[in-house]
Structure formats: C-alpha cells, structure tokens
C-alpha cells in the first residue's frame, strides 16, 4: 500500500490546538495536577503517538480532546470549536459526529456478530460506511458473520475499530489498542489503525507505553507529570509488519 506523504495529509490546517491546559482532580492536599499547562498542536492527518508510564497524564489529555472530560484551566479546539466552552449537548454531538475512539478492551456485544455490531453505529449514521465496508478495510471481509467468542483478541480489536471508523469520524483516539494483545496480533492492530490514517486521512492520536510502537507514526510526544517534556518526528515511518516487541 503506497503511503501518502506526511505534507499531504497533514495539508490542511491543525485538528487541535491545545493552550495552557490544566487538569487537577479534587481539592486541598488530596488534589491530584493530571495535566500541567499543556500547549500542543496536532495537524490534521497526522498519525501521533503519546507515551508515558502510567500516571503521567497522557489518558487525561486524550479524554480532554475527545469531550469525555473537561479541563480546570486552558483552552481545547477541535478546529473552530471551543471544546474548553462547549455545552455538554455540543459536546455530545463532537464525540458523535467527528471522533471515534478504540480502547484496550474491545467492548462488543456477545450476542451480535461483527457486522452487527458494527452496524449499531450504520444504523443511526446516515453518513456511514456500510457494516462490510468498514470491516473489509480491517481485513475482516471474511469474518461478519462470526460472534466475539468466535474471534481471536485482535480480531475483537479489528471490529472495535471497523466499529469507529465506520461513522468515518475525523479524528480516532485509541487508548492502549494493543495493551491486551501479543506482539504478532498487536501489529495486525496497528496495521489496520495505520490504514485509517493513510486511507481516510483521520487524525489519530495513539496512548501507549511501547515506545517501539511510535516508530509507525508522524511524531512522539513524551508526558511525564502532567507536561510533554519532549517530541520527536520520524523523518520515515516504518511499515507496523517491521516491528518487534
């Protein structure tokens, strides 16, 4: 699969712009500062991968740019919206309409098979893929009639993102995709994530403590204690099938 050039996909202005963003949970002496004064900015169609141990804020950044959590201080735009000043109805209609998240666990229903799972997004989203499409883009084509017991872990994880994808969000954050999963099956994960991004252009952004992982991406920021205390750019992204963990 021909690769488009980090300039092409990243051609057309930031997806966020992140300034001065603080998160502290409770009050007092128990208060706990998740985010520091975080400034950051993310062009759209960019593939970017976070790292940092457990702790260190990168869950509470992503939550923030998905509308699941709202910042103390600091502003958030997705675009030309304000998430930082948003309403919570807005809110909804942002995680509904333009984002698409993928966790460690895959959060499918036991009773459904992938294309009907699947199709609990299709079915309320005039704008979405059909169920088949979305799963034939994870290379699952040949599995929508099988139930989650009948799947492997990463193919669970491959309909969990057929599943997001399939509303065509512009914009997939996943946290720890590949926590669950051995290094072989992890790189069939991110071989279908990396084909969203090449694909669809979606912006991406990647939670994960493989620093291994990054080398598939655009660039790598590094949280430690609530800052990005560093970032790197790949001048070339390695293929996920190179990789070894």
Not at 24 to 31: D, I, L
Request: net charge negative; hydrophobic share 45%.
């Amino acid at each position: 699969m021909a690769e488009a050039s980090a300039e092409a996909r990243t051609g057309t202005g930031p997806a966020f712009r992140v300034e001065g963003l603080t998160k502290v949970y409770g009050m007092g002496e128990v208060a706990v500062h998740a985010l520091r004064g975080v400034d950051l900015e993310i062009p759209t169609g960019e593939l970017v991968f976070i790292l940092g141990t457990s702790g260190s804020g990168k869950s509470t950044l992503v939550n923030i740019l998905g509308g699941l959590d709202r910042a103390t201080e600091g502003r958030v735009f997705f675009r030309d919206l304000e998430l930082t000043a948003a309403s919570d109805r807005a809110l909804t209609f942002y995680r509904r309409d333009s984002v698409g998240f993928i966790f460690q666990m895959y959060n499918l229903m036991p009773s459904l098979t992938a294309r009907e799972n699947v199709a609990l997004v299709t079915e309320i989203d005039r704008d979405a893929m059909r169920p088949e499409e979305a799963l034939a883009i994870v290379g699952l084509e040949d599995r929508l009639n099988h139930f989650p017991a009948q799947l492997s872990g990463g193919e669970q994880q491959r309909v969990a993102i057929a599943r997001a994808i399939a509303k065509q969000p512009e914009v997939l954050l996943c946290d720890e995709p590949t926590g669950a999963l051995d290094s072989k099956t992890g790189i069939r994960v991110l071989e279908a994530i990396n084909k969203v991004n090449v694909e669809l252009s979606t912006t991406v952004v990647v939670i994960s403590h493989n620093a291994d992982m990054a080398a598939i991406g655009d660039r790598t920021l590094f949280m430690s204690d609530g800052r990005i205390v560093n970032e790197t750019r790949n001048a070339r992204r390695q293929a996920p099938s190179s990789l070894a963990w």
